[in-house]
């Protein structure tokens, strides 16, 4: 039996004369405790920088030796009864599984709701077509299950899909809910999810398989794995153990890109809806809350010892901040300040109601078209957003009515443009003027009620990315993303053209099929806007983290104007800019709505500005 564990496991013993094995490095509980040392020192340093840390640590310490000596005993009697029972070995591997799927599930920062049951799909997919490979074609042991070969390498490729999956859906999942304005904006010019993510998900499928395609680089050369080591101290040939370790490595590497790929497939397919809309509350932020009982058990404890060493700090184990004039944080001028989670939800839809939610869409220009055509119409329109998010607590609970978790923002709105008209929308901030505009350009989704654009309704469009290209929500935050306005019109220009390429093969669509500007037009009109705006055109060619705050903004409304949508939505979009600047860009916004027989709804919270855009 030892023999095999030693074999397989590598484990430090050499058989003596009488058959027993003899560890080659005796390690006694007084070295184990000794060689904790090191690491209890580092829970000094994560007090100092406040780190946080140290239940982390001191969790981890104790669970890697439970869970070891554990190991230790347990896998005598399974190497020995899985030789001829399949269910012990299928049993362990199960068990081995769930706690692989649960580990891999608790480290992102971002979790939703089924990621337990995606992340243990994937593995068990993948880990089971890999096993097969590896044990019925290339090691072939006799039984095919043998537990001495099974379970140590399924351990190992489990062991590191767990840190693939958990790196790569960490940064997916973050980046869907942190960078949403990024991915709002290329779906808002007309990209797929899968355009509107791909670098993303690029960046997701390298960061979870970096770790590994890393060892793979360095091994042999600086690293040799243990498996290896404890085969040559056990008495393999060094060069039988490394060709065994090259198949190991070839295995671990093929699980992780396979378990990665079908987990980030999922978390796409969670995070954007069946409109290519970016589902916004599908993920929950992870707080102590979504920690095992285990985890939370341990930081109480670390909680109550890092609270007792502080002494004079706060009694929670958090230090109280104090503001400038001598309140805690929470209170202002006196009065203690509370946060909506100490509010009952009665009251805080009471509060809701109380608020004046009023959007106004008034017309501007309507006199001088009168007997222009529809452009644009919202028939009765409804929308309301949860409200849970904003609720500590009453996240993702099902026990709350949907009536109680949801906020009507507008209901039964109706709005007929015309081509060359332009409207504004007005209203107190978190009204649901943004949530208006997004909802026309179907970035966010309608609770009732219908839109069409020149007359034909937008469920009768072939997809939603073909509604956004002709309808422009232009975003009102700073755009952050990598590259140059320059790539951007090209990017731009590329989902346009694939869009194109797949219509023109429906004949149905042709006569009404939307004809975007080419790169050169594109590139040439926004270049004219600039310089009519106070801008140079090598703007077109800066960094878009270079650009000031009004300089995006104004490089991204000539953008969307060169880009020739037949609706513009602009968000603010001139909130950063001086006076005189701001009454250029309207006067183009004008010139443009009026010559290319376009509609657009504008946001501002300055009456000026309506009132100028009213006057031709
Ligand atoms: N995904 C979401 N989930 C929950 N609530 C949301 C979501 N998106 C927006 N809201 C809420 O909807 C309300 C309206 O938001 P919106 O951005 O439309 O306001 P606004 O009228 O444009 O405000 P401002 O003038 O300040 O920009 C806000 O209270 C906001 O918190």
Same mark, same amino acid.
């Given at each position: ?43 000094? @340093? ?35 009864? &899985? ?29 939703? @709701? ?38 140590? *390498? ?6 590191? =899909? ?14 869907? @809910?942190?960078?949403?304005?990024? *991915? ?17 998900? $690029?960046?997701?499928?390298? /960061? ?80 102590? &809350? ?67 939610? /009023? ?15 529809? =452009? ?78 020149? &007359? ?18 232009? /975003? ?27 219509? *023109? ?58 880009? $020739? ?52």
């Amino acid at each position: 039996m030892m023999e095999a564990l030693s074999d397989a496991f590598g484990f430090l013993s050499v058989p003596e004369a009488n058959g027993h094995h003899q560890p080659v490095v005796p390690v006694s509980m007084i070295h184990l405790f000794l060689s904790m040392i090191p690491l209890f020192c580092y829970c000094g @340093v994560s007090y100092a920088l406040d780190l946080h840390l140290i239940g982390d640590i001191c969790i981890s310490s104790i669970r890697t030796f439970v869970q070891m000596i554990a190991v230790g005993y347990v896998l005598v009697p399974i190497f020995g009864w &899985g030789k001829t029972h399949f269910s012990v070995v299928l049993l362990y591997l199960t068990l081995m599984i769930l706690l692989a799927a649960y580990e891999a599930s608790s480290r992102p920062k971002f979790w939703f @709701v089924g990621q337990f049951w995606a992340i243990l799909g994937a593995m068990v997919v993948n880990v089971s077509v890999l096993a097969s490979f590896a044990f019925g074609i290339i090691i072939q042991p006799r039984p095919v299950y043998d537990p001495q070969y099974v379970i140590p *390498i399924s351990g190992m490729l489990l062991g590191n =899909c767990i840190t693939s999956i958990s790196l790569a859906l960490n940064s997916l999942s973050a980046n869907l @809910v942190e960078k949403a304005p990024e *991915i709002e904006l290329y779906l808002s010019f007309g990209a797929t999810k899968h355009e509107a993510t791909m670098r993303l998900l $690029r960046d997701a499928i390298r /960061t979870g398989i970096m770790p590994t395609l890393n060892s793979m680089a360095v091994i042999g050369l600086i690293s040799i794995p243990g498996m290896m080591t404890g085969q040559v101290l056990g008495g393999t040939p060094p060069e039988e153990a490394a060709k065994y370790q090259i198949l190991i490595m070839y295995l671990i590497a093929a699980c992780c890109f396979g378990t990665v790929l079908t987990v980030l497939y999922v978390c796409l397919r969670v995070g954007f809806d069946a409109n290519h809309a970016l589902s916004k509350n599908i993920f929950g932020r992870k707080d102590d &809350g979504q920690k095992g009982w285990l985890s939370k058990a341990f930081l109480c404890i670390t909680a109550a010892l890092s609270c007792a060493c502080r002494g004079s700090k706060s009694k929670n184990g958090y230090e109280e901040i104090a503001t400038k004039d001598g309140s805690k944080d929470g209170e202002t001028n006196g009065a203690r300040g509370y946060s909506d989670e100490e509010k009952s939800p009665d009251q805080l839809i009471a509060d809701y109601k109380a608020r004046q939610n /009023t959007i106004f869409v008034r017309l501007l220009n309507g006199n001088s078209h009168e007997h222009g055509s529809t =452009c644009l119409e919202l028939k009765h329109i409804a929308r309301s957003v949860p409200i849970t998010t904003t609720i500590k607590g009453f996240h993702q609970s099902r026990s709350v009515s949907d009536q109680l978790t949801r906020r009507i923002l507008f209901d039964n709105m109706c709005v007929t443009l015309k081509h060359g008209e332009i409207a504004t929308v007005m209203g107190p901030s978190g009204a649901g003027k943004s949530q208006l505009l997004q909802l026309v350009a179907g970035l966010v989704p309608h609770d009732a009620g219908q839109l069409t654009l020149n &007359g034909k309704c937008r469920s009768h469009f072939e997809d939603m990315p073909h509604w956004r290209q002709q309808v422009r929500y232009v /975003t009102q935050y700073k755009i952050g993303i990598p590259g140059t306005p320059r790539m951007f019109i090209r990017e731009v220009v590329g989902f346009t053209v694939n869009a194109r390429s797949s219509k *023109i093969l429906d004949l149905k669509n042709q006569a009404q099929e939307y004809v975007s500007p080419g790169y050169e037009e594109m590139a040439t009109t926004t270049a004219e806007l600039l310089l009519e705006w106070g801008m140079e055109p090598d703007s077109l060619d800066k960094e878009w983290t270079q650009l000031s705050g009004g300089e995006a903004q104004r490089v991204i409304v000539a953008l969307s104007i060169a880009s $020739r949508p037949q609706v513009l939505l602009l968000d603010e979009s001139t909130s950063a800019l001086d006076h005189h600047t701001k009454v250029l860009v309207e006067k183009s916004v004008r010139k443009y709505v009026s010559e290319q027989k376009m509609t657009a709804l504008w946001i501002t919270h300055d009456k000026d500005q309506a009132t100028r855009m009213g006057l031709e």
